[in-house]
């Protein structure tokens, strides 16, 4: 069976959408799924976040030809969880690949021999909507919008459908939007919640059920190198995103 293929898109920065790639990566994994992620920013932070060794062959060295797609991947310290690194190389691919041919298919066209290796593969972009990340819309076939519980999200919100929806219409009609997650939410603040209720009422049939918390540990694990349920599997966020692998499965 192929795997199944899942960019976390958001073109605005700090909403959560590197944490999400690697918690829901990491509670499928525990699900006895095989998981491989790909960091597709250059910031890296992805990579950090379960371990990973950006001084080997990243994902830039695979679009570039330097590498099979299969000899990039490395194993994470955690049970069926793999990853593809970032690096900063990536900041330069929107200019090298800008005069190419076919050039929002280089991502799909370097690593598709891994369909069959994963049953998962989750792809964090970056956050811009530039070639990159045509490229990962190409790629797709889910896309899954984490969100900050703010008024400016969804002002992005917007924008991003725009973009998703011409990406069906010229360079990948099997596109689908899996979801729309909130994430960092506060039960003190009440523009939270009204938030979380215009856009429910706006995308009835894409809202998660499951909303991510504000927490401090949450905050904290990357920088350990960890995803939530190993550096602390009794925070409320490791239960949320437990709760958010059970919703993915159930829509894909």
Known sequence: MSACKIIF????????????CVNLGSSLAEMGNKVLLIDFDSQGNLTGAVSGDSRKPTIYNVIAGEISAKDAVQETPFDNLFVIPGSVDLAGLNLELVSEEDREYYLKNSISSLDDEFDFILLDCPPSLGLLTMNALAWAEYVFIPMQCEYFAMEGLNMLMRTITSVRKNINKDLKILGILFTMFTKRARLNAEVIEDVSTFFPNLVF?????????????PSHGLPISAYDSRNSGNKAYQNLAKEVISRV
């Open 209 to 221: 059920k499951t909303i991510i918390p504000r927490t401090i540990r949450l905050a904290e694990a």
């Open 9 to 20: 898109l958001n073109q605005k920065g700090g909403v959560g959408k590197t944490t999400t």
